[in-house]
């Protein structure tokens, strides 16, 4: 049971750490960001189930949804604030629509069953152990992608953007092909998330790829610290260990589960009055949280 949560927690921290590229780094209300996580998981088991080794599988996996976001952004980029979220909120009800009802692609609500485990330097990845490294693996480089852009000159301009786009066009920069090149940035480690989720539970369907999934993810980054990827990946373990507890009190899922929603909103209402920047907030926060303190 343990290495399954491990590998869970891991698995959502990428998620985490792909849509904080988006949000908390960029500032652009992303509600569509559980359809690039369908697009890589359906990548990745077609071809998969087609007999193309796992490294083509993965590949795909990140370039299809990568792509996806700029095809997304091409037209919406322009939206700010709400208009932007409606849009993107559309993308994701459209991407679950053609998941649901391409019977002959993806088998629609009968998902894809067997999905083969993957294979990477001769390595066949079939063990609970195997998988909590391989989830690691994973999560520590997208932790380290989401790092190097963060502090590269890339991230400095995200962040510019973020805090006001119009200085920035002020000053004779162009914004748009930077938020194409972050979403495109979310959307493909949000596929690399949805190749190792298809693999490990050899199964894929519509049901986890909706809007829900994209709200939990809002919530672990808000809670983890907006634009700080350790915050994110934090929140994620933090949040799925207390969710998961809850199934080890022997109560019924008929209270259980009313439970866990009560537990998050206690936790969410608690943070937002005690640590309103996040459990881990990002740098320039917390100094001027400091600053507002000593005043």
Request: hydrophobic share 55%.
């Given at each position: 049971?343990?290495?399954h949560?491990?590998?869970?927690m891991?698995?959502?921290?990428?998620?985490?750490?792909?849509?904080?590229?988006?949000?908390?780094?960029?500032?652009?209300?992303?509600?569509?960001?559980?359809?690039?996580?369908?697009?890589?998981?359906y990548?990745?088991?077609?071809?998969?189930?087609a007999?193309?080794p796992?490294?083509?599988?993965?590949?795909?996996?990140?370039?299809?949804?990568?792509?996806?976001?700029i095809g997304?952004?091409?037209?919406?980029?322009?939206?700010?604030?709400?208009?932007?979220?409606?849009?993107?909120?559309?993308?994701?009800?459209?991407?679950?629509?053609?998941?649901?009802?391409?019977?002959?692609?993806t088998?629609?609500?009968?998902g894809?069953?067997?999905?083969?485990?993957?294979?990477?330097?001769?390595l066949?990845?079939?063990?609970p152990?195997?998988?909590?490294?391989?989830?690691?693996?994973?999560?520590a480089?997208?932790?380290?992608?989401?790092?190097?852009?963060?502090?590269?000159?890339?991230g400095?301009?995200?962040?510019?953007?973020?805090?006001?786009?119009l200085a920035?066009?002020?000053?004779?920069?162009?914004?748009?092909?930077?938020?194409?090149?972050?979403?495109?940035?979310?959307?493909?480690?949000?596929?690399?998330?949805?190749s190792l989720?298809?693999?490990?539970?050899?199964?894929?369907?519509?049901?986890?790829?909706?809007?829900?999934?994209?709200?939990?993810?809002?919530?672990?980054?808000?809670?983890?610290?907006?634009?700080?990827?350790?915050?994110?990946?934090?929140?994620?373990?933090?949040?799925?260990?207390?969710?998961?507890?809850?199934?080890?009190?022997?109560?019924?899922?008929?209270?259980?589960?009313?439970?866990?929603?009560?537990?998050?909103?206690?936790?969410?209402v608690?943070?937002?009055?005690?640590?309103?920047w996040?459990?881990?907030?990002?740098p320039?926060?917390?100094?001027?949280?400091?600053?507002?303190?000593?005043a």
């Amino acid at each position: 049971m343990i290495p399954h949560l491990l590998t869970v927690m891991a698995l959502w921290a990428i998620l985490a750490v792909s849509l904080n590229l988006v949000v908390g780094l960029t500032g652009l209300f992303n509600l569509g960001h559980a359809a690039f996580f369908g697009i890589g998981a359906y990548a990745s088991a077609l071809l998969a189930q087609a007999g193309l080794p796992y490294p083509v599988c993965l590949a795909a996996a990140v370039a299809l949804p990568a792509l996806a976001g700029i095809g997304v952004g091409l037209p919406t980029l322009r939206l700010r604030g709400d208009y932007l979220a409606m849009a993107t909120l559309g993308f994701g009800e459209i991407s679950r629509a053609v998941f649901r009802n391409w019977v002959g692609l993806t088998r629609g609500p009968m998902g894809l069953p067997g999905i083969p485990r993957p294979e990477l330097l001769g390595l066949r990845i079939d063990s609970p152990a195997k998988w909590v490294a391989t989830a690691f693996v994973g999560l520590a480089l997208a932790w380290l992608v989401a790092e190097l852009v963060t502090r590269a000159p890339l991230g400095r301009m995200l962040r510019a953007i973020r805090e006001d786009e119009l200085a920035v066009q002020a000053l004779g920069k162009n914004p748009e092909p930077y938020k194409l090149l972050a979403l495109a940035l979310g959307a493909g480690l949000a596929g690399f998330g949805g190749s190792l989720y298809a693999h490990y539970v050899a199964f894929v369907d519509p049901t986890p790829f909706a809007l829900p999934t994209t709200i939990f993810l809002f919530l672990l980054i808000v809670l983890g610290g907006l634009g700080h990827h350790g915050g994110s990946i934090l929140a994620a373990f933090v949040l799925l260990a207390l969710r998961e507890s809850l199934r080890f009190t022997g109560l019924p899922p008929s209270i259980a589960a009313p439970l866990q929603q009560l537990v998050f909103s206690i936790l969410l209402v608690t943070l937002v009055i005690y640590r309103p920047w996040g459990l881990l907030p990002e740098p320039r926060l917390r100094s001027l949280r400091d600053r507002a303190a000593r005043a």
